[in-house]
């Protein structure tokens, strides 16, 4: 069964840290990009950082986390994760992670895409 599997949200203060996961199963993430997006109520989800290993090793981040947020991947555990430090309570959100691949032609990722249901993530006092 396909499935990408996050965890690893909770309740935390503002400055403290977290750590995501992105679990695969069912397929090999070697072949794809990995995205995490975060809606918070009443928003719009939005792109917080990606990682793809092919053409490059390549992350990317979204201004609002630069320099905050770390993407990384286990490709022996077919995990990535996404470690969070400096939180603020705007990073309130749920946070989900989305696979697309295994296939590249142009510059972009394609074939199929896998979202995850989503981890609560919650920063406050």
């Known amino acids: 069964q396909v499935q990408l599997a996050e965890s690893g949200g909770g309740l935390v203060q503002p400055g403290g840290s977290l750590r995501l996961s992105c679990a695969a199963s069912g397929f090999s993430l070697d072949w794809y990009t990995i995205g995490w997006f975060r809606q918070a109520p009443g928003q719009e989800r939005e792109g917080v950082s990606s990682?793809?290993?092919?053409?490059?090793?390549?992350?990317d981040y979204a201004d609002f986390v630069q320099g905050r947020f770390t993407i990384s991947r286990d490709n022996a555990k077919n995990t990535v994760f996404l470690q969070m430090s400096e939180l603020k309570p705007e990073d309130t959100a749920v946070y989900y992670c989305?696979?697309?691949?295994?296939?590249?032609?142009?510059?972009?990722?394609?074939?199929?895409?896998?979202w995850g249901q989503g981890t609560q993530v919650t920063v406050s006092s």
């Open positions: 989305k696979a697309v691949g295994p296939y590249y032609s142009g510059g972009r990722y394609y074939g199929n895409t896998y």
């Open positions: 990682i793809r290993n092919f053409p490059h090793d390549t992350k």
